[in-house]
């Protein structure tokens, strides 16, 4: 099928964009209370979450959570569910709407319809000095959507490889909740790639992945907005530089902590969504 240039091809193509969802009426995040809070927390728990595993921890309402790089370069697949009704959990195409591709400190993670609510505030990101490179590659990323059993059987040609980040996830929260895994599946939903370095070429547009920054020592923290469950996986891909969905790449744990802050937080509760249908 053969297509003609229009004259005006130059014109068209030269209209500026505009911003979809303008998010300066957000509500303020205040970071700087945040700081303070987080200068008085003690940590209160944490969960290793092993190589090529996946694994659920609970953070309360008005507590932070860590997670860290400790043994070398590794990618993580974060889901966020509330713990009250976990049919209520991360949006991330809205959150990616709202905020950009990837996210850093000052973004949130917002819940799912009917909810659309925040969920957790990113309050420090030690990767922040990443920006956007060359290649328009940035670093935890709510474009990728974890990779997944189903996709993996499809481009394989009939593989199966039990360890893909979706499945990691559906087996920690099938623990979490003590059901079966056939009937948490459908909560599994699209992920914040922590510490995934990704963007889409500019050529074709395709979504791409590169060997991510992230060393030792490295983490993202959040703030709970409201009482979280949440599942984390340590991505078969590794730095996510070659190929996911195998055991090939050179993989290592991830840690989560829990920090408590000492006194009483001044920090009403996000309600969920004030539109009602007529």
């Known amino acids: 099928m053969s297509y003609i240039i ?4 130059a014109e068209r193509r030269a209209v500026r964009p505009v911003i979809c969802y303008p998010n300066d009426t957000l509500p303020d995040p205040d970071l700087l209370r945040l700081s303070d809070l987080r200068m008085t927390a003690r940590k209160t ?3 290793l979450v092993p190589a090529r595993e996946g694994r659920c921890f609970r953070v309360p309402a008005g507590h932070f959570f860590r997670i860290s ?5 590794q990618v993580g697949d974060l889901n966020l569910w509330s713990a009250a009704d976990p049919r209520e959990r991360f949006y991330s195409g809205k959150t990616r709407a709202l905020h950009g591709s990837h996210l850093t ?3 949130r993670m917002w819940s799912s319809f009917p909810h659309l609510r925040p969920m957790a505030t990113v309050t420090e990101d030690t990767l922040e000095w990443y920006g956007i490179d060359e290649f ?3 670093v935890h990323d709510v474009i990728g959507t974890r990779c997944d059993p ?4 499809l481009l394989s040609g009939g593989d199966d490889y039990h360890h893909c980040c979706h499945s990691n996830l559906t087996r920690a929260l099938a623990e979490e909740l003590n059901q079966p895994c056939a009937e948490v599946e459908p909560l599994v939903h699209d992920v914040l790639n922590v510490f995934m370095c990704t963007g889409f070429t500019h050529d074709t547009g395709q979504y791409f992945m590169k060997a991510s920054p992230v060393r030792p020592g490295d983490y993202i923290e959040f ?3 409201i ?3 949440g599942g984390l996986s340590a991505c078969p891909g590794g730095d996510c530089s070659a190929e996911h969905s195998s055991d090939t790449a050179a993989c290592h744990p991830l840690l989560v902590e829990i920090f408590a802050p000492a006194g009483p937080i001044d920090r009403p509760a996000p309600q969920p969504s004030g539109y009602r249908w007529p």
Not at 6 to 9: E, R, T, V
Request: some cysteine; glycine content about 18%.
């Open 6 to 9: 229009p004259q005006d091809a």
């Open 45 to 47: 728990g944490e969960c």
């Open 69 to 73: 790089s400790i043994e070398g370069p």
């Open 105 to 107: 400190r000052g973004d």
């Open 136 to 138: 328009g590659g940035s």
């Open 150 to 153: 189903y996709t993996h059987h």
């Open 223 to 225: 703030f709970a907005e």
């Open 227 to 229: 009482d979280l469950i």
